[in-house]
């Protein structure tokens, strides 16, 4: 079971952590431009480059959205005062 010495300094990393995907959050949620001037491009594999780079950026967002949850969750054990804990069986998880 971490001190509470260790419990602030993870206490610091988890919060900084939360500050930088929400700041990411943040950013993919921007609309990105293609720098094309109509719908129509000039080329067949146009479309098909935008649908890709579309469901690489939802998988990301989904992966840093998992990450956040995660850090929400360690902050609020810390919080409860039940970090260090395993959710399951109860027993100390060491640092």
Sequence with gaps: MPSEDQVQTLKKRLLQTK??????AEESNRPEET???SQTGNHPGDQGT???DQA?????NNQS????DAVYQALQAIANGTYG????CGEPIPY
């Design 85 to 88: 804990r395993c959710d399951v």
């Design 35 to 37: 720098g094309e001037l």
């Design 65 to 68: 959205q998992q990450q956040l």
């Design 56 to 60: 690489k950026n939802a998988a990301l």
């Design 50 to 52: 935008e649908l890709h």
């Design 19 to 24: 500050n930088e995907l929400e700041a990411q």
